[in-house]
């Protein structure tokens, strides 16, 4: 945590990465197994240096996951699940699955809200925490675009009894103007903190601890 904002930096694929993110003082190492993205390692790759990770928690990334990558999800060992799924009324009993699975304290929900959508409120006791991205057509996180702030600064200040989290091309660049709309207490960096996919920047990260610390 730096000056009262939680922080996750998503997508990581190095273990000097995830040594360089946690000196820096974040508070969550994100790793990304869908299959479809730039990001992703298998199974393998973490286990190969899971135990040298710092001692931080790790939030696995998956895509509508059904019960099979599930499964192996939970032989990881990880503390949290970011799930991203199509924002769509039909897809509730797949996020009851989850949650009855995985609990609503470890699931964090991220609905792909296209612009014509609206966010599913019926859907908030399931997870406790929720992350809002940037809408891209067929692609899930990591898109380098920004999200709906406005839309985020609504809906958290309409539930504050859950944990929001802001996503969507979050860098040095746009992050003050980003925290002071949305008044966001959690942020997640990715596309914005890198020099190609999945491999971050430290002066980047270094440069958004600067921010943090300015405001």
Same mark, same amino acid.
């Given at each position: 945590m730096v000056n009262g904002i939680e922080i996750k930096v998503c997508g990581l694929t190095k273990l000097s990465d995830a040594i360089a993110a946690a000196s820096l003082g974040v508070d969550y190492l994100g790793f990304n197994f869908f299959q479809e993205s730039p990001r992703c390692q298998s199974?393998? =790759?973490?286990? $190969?240096?899971?135990?040298k990770l710092p001692d931080l928690p790790k939030v696995a990334i998956a895509v509508s996951p059904d019960r099979e990558i599930f499964t192996d999800l939970l032989k990881l060992g990880? *503390?949290?699940? @970011?799930?991203?799924? &199509?924002? =769509?009324?039909?897809?509730? !009993?797949?996020? @009851?699955?989850? !949650? $009855?699975?995985?609990? &609503?304290? /470890?699931?964090?929900?991220? &609905?792909?809200?296209?612009? *014509? @959508? !609206?966010? =599913?409120?019926d859907a908030l006791p399931l997870a406790d925490t929720w992350l809002l991205d940037a809408y891209r057509k067929d692609v899930y996180g990591g898109t380098g675009r920004t999200s709906d702030w406005g839309e985020f600064a609504r809906?958290? /200040? !309409?539930? &504050?009894? /859950?944990?929001?989290?802001l996503a969507g091309g979050l860098g040095p660049d746009n992050l003050q103007a980003a925290l002071l709309e949305t008044q966001a207490k959690r942020i997640d960096l990715n596309s914005g903190v890198e020099v190609s996919p999945g491999i971050k920047d430290p002066s980047k990260l270094e440069l958004v601890k600067n921010v943090l610390e300015s405001l």
């Open positions: 199974y393998e =790759d973490y286990l $190969s240096f899971a135990a990880i *503390d949290f699940y @970011q799930f991203h799924y &199509p924002a =769509d009324v039909t897809q509730r !009993s797949m996020l @009851q699955e989850w !949650s $009855s699975i995985f609990g &609503p304290e /470890k699931l964090w929900l991220a &609905p792909r809200i296209a612009p *014509d @959508q !609206s966010f =599913d409120e809906i958290s /200040k !309409s539930h &504050p009894e /859950k944990n929001w989290i």
